[in-house]
């Protein structure tokens, strides 16, 4: 039942006013300082959603849903209350009201209520002496405990909002239960508690979301990135990508959440660019709320703070611990096997060559040999070559070509069909395919991890340099060898 009707039977305006943004600004003023405050909020039960217009969390009064009475005295006078009918059309649908989808969401999370829910109505036109010579209906559907009018004292606001009970709830878990449910796109699978529990984690100052390659560091600060939006509509935020292809891919992520309809925003609110633009927007004195950055480079994260305005945050990702920076970290992998995670790590690991091969001399041998025992079993189009020389990439492309049949295109060829896909270094973290090949002319520790998990099934890496033992050594420990 609806404690607080739409409808009245005799009112001439039978419509709900939206109250201002500076009321509810007001009201978050009062609280600020120990709640949260949501508003259009999306909560998912089972296959149904609810739009909550407005929404407090309160470690002493649990979740507060706010209602907005916009009538006068005068527009009220001799009018009588009645409960808002359902669509008439659809009669076998009962309507559910926002406290009762709250709860069930509670229940169907945890099995029982967390937190109480209540309902507030806040009288913007109405005070209380002009309430109480109402129609003894408004009295029966309006419940004064539950009430706050236009001459109300702060007091009131308190002991109505937040009750006399000194009880302490766990704010995170309500958090988890109302907005819990983030689907990682393309995967189409709920985030892991880890991931969830990131998104409802603060940024103080610079949070690092600390993961290996195929963890879901994307998806997370994305989502994150939505959540600190759809929290403060007003902030001001930029998300960063290393590369124009990153770029894209987290638009793509931001698009995929969004119509997923867990948060009510507009795409072309968020604006996504690449580390090149740092420099230009350093030039022209931007500043931002709220600079989130995937895969960052440690050099970048000075003139990321350039960009923050004198209370603003940093949110990063890498696959390394940053210096003195709060490193939030995923264990679990969505793309990577153990072994491969244990190597990136730098741990000893057993039967490592299924998953990495590292070989030293001719690279465009081995990288011949490679293919041919490759196209025995699988198609060209799941091979990606990777070369750190763009025109020794042109004439490796000639010579796998010239070996077999035309098959190997560049990245950015307009005219490519499916085949070997071959792209420069720098473009390393915009790749994902079932067997990648990498050559390269030194390897550096500090992109080790980026180097060896880009393939979902086998990791090619290739050197001339003879130094590359040293670093299977390192690898696999001394006593292992490579395949």
């Not at 009245?8 to 600020?32: G, H, I």
């Not at 931002?288 to 703070?305: A, E, G, M, T």
């Not at 940053?322 to 990577?336: A, E, G, K, T």
């Not at 002319?441 to 050197?463: H, M, N, T, W």
């Amino acid at each position: 039942m609806s404690l607080f009707s739409k409808l009245f039977n005799s009112a001439t305006n039978n419509t709900e006013s939206t109250p201002s943004d500076e009321t509810f600004q007001e009201l978050k003023l009062r609280f600020d300082d120990t709640a949260s405050f949501y508003t259009k909020a999306d909560i998912f039960n089972h296959q149904e959603k609810k739009r909550i217009p407005y929404v407090m969390i309160h470690p002493s009064a649990g979740v507060v849903l706010f209602n907005f009475f916009n009538y006068s005295a005068l527009e009220l006078e001799n009018v009588t209350a009645s409960l808002a009918n359902g669509n008439a059309s659809k009669a076998d649908i009962r309507t559910i009201d926002d406290k009762s989808f709250v709860q069930q969401r509670f229940e169907e999370m945890f099995n029982t209520q967390i937190a109480p829910v209540r309902s507030i109505l806040i009288c913007l036109n109405l005070s209380e002496g002009e309430f109480d010579y109402l129609d003894e209906s408004f009295h029966q559907y309006i419940p004064k405990t539950l009430a706050l009018f236009n001459d109300s004292t702060q007091q009131q606001y308190e002991e109505i909002i937040l009750g006399k009970e000194s009880k302490n709830y766990d704010t995170d878990k309500i958090k988890q239960a109302l907005f819990g449910e983030f689907i990682v796109p393309e995967k189409n699978i709920l985030m892991t508690l880890e991931q969830q529990h990131a998104v409802h984690t603060d940024i103080v100052d610079t949070l690092n979301i600390k993961a290996l390659p195929g963890s879901g560091k994307s998806s997370l600060i994305i989502a994150k990135a939505l959540y600190e939006k759809m929290n403060d509509p007003s902030i001001n935020l930029i998300i960063f990508g290393k590369l124009p292809c990153n770029v894209h891919h987290l638009q793509s992520l931001i698009f995929k959440f969004i119509e997923n309809s867990h948060w009510s925003l507009n795409p072309a609110d968020i604006t996504v660019s690449s580390f090149e633009s740092i420099k230009k927007r350093l030039h022209t004195k931007e500043r931002y709320d709220l600079i989130v950055c995937d895969d960052i480079n440690p050099s970048d994260l000075k003139s990321l703070r350039h960009l923050l305005d004198k209370k603003g945050r940093l949110l990063v990702s890498s696959s390394y611990e940053l210096d003195n920076i709060l490193s939030f970290p995923l264990v679990n992998n969505y793309r990577l096997s153990p072994a491969l995670c244990a190597a990136c790590e730098g741990l000893e690991v057993e039967k490592l060559s299924n998953s990495l091969s590292l070989k030293s001399g001719n690279t465009f041998m081995n990288t011949l040999l490679i293919l041919e025992q490759l196209l025995k079993h699988t198609s060209a189009e799941k091979i990606s070559l990777v070369h750190y020389n763009k025109e020794e990439l042109l004439q490796l492309q000639s010579e796998i070509d010239n070996y077999f049949t035309p098959i190997s295109f560049l990245f950015d060829d307009p005219h490519a069909k499916e085949g070997i896909q071959l792209y420069p270094l720098s473009h390393i973290s915009c790749i994902v395919n079932d067997y990648v090949i990498v050559i390269i002319d030194d390897i550096p520790e500090d992109s080790l991890i980026e180097l060896i998990s880009r393939a979902r099934e086998k990791s090619f890496v290739l050197s001339e340099d003879v130094s590359v033992n040293q670093l299977i050594n390192h690898i696999k420990g001394k006593n292992n060898e490579t395949d």
